[in-house]
């Protein structure tokens, strides 16, 4: 298990993609199945800066745990902000057009759809939002 704690902000989504890159390296990770766990953490890590701690700036931890048979990896996203559950939100109907659908759970719709597994749940004042991707 490797973990990284550093400042929700937009600016170190980049620092954490590079976090998790390094890992998926050392597992000779497919490039598409990269790209969507890179995908997923924009979105994750975005939503955290973005809403978590909002107006203020807080931490947010990324752990990375590698299981075997089948080989995949999971990305976990904690942080100490407003509790809130991205999976309670129903996903949005694509069938309508952008201008008849509601604003926002698209991204999180996307990560649904590109990972394998994903679960939340809210423990000990932590968020705690888990992905998980067969690589």
């Known amino acids: 298990m490797k973990e990284l704690t550093i400042d929700a902000t937009v600016q ?48 947010a931890t990324v752990r990375i745990d590698v299981l075997q048979d089948p080989l995949s990896v999971v990305v976990t996203f904690i942080d100490n902000g407003k509790a809130y559950d991205p999976l309670a939100r129903e996903d949005p109907d694509i069938s309508l057009t952008a201008q ?20 939340y749940e809210y423990k000990d004042g932590q968020n705690i939002l888990c992905i998980k991707k067969k690589i």
Do not use: W
């Open 12 to 59: 170190n989504i980049e620092k954490v993609t590079a976090f998790v890159d390094e890992q998926l390296a050392q597992l000779n990770c497919p490039l598409k199945a990269q790209m969507q766990i890179d995908i997923a953490i924009d979105e994750l890590f975005g939503n955290i800066a973005h809403y978590a701690y909002n107006p203020k700036t807080g931490p």
């Open 100 to 119: 008849e659908r509601e604003i926002g759970g698209l991204g999180i719709f996307m990560v649904k759809k590109c990972m394998d597994e994903i679960s």
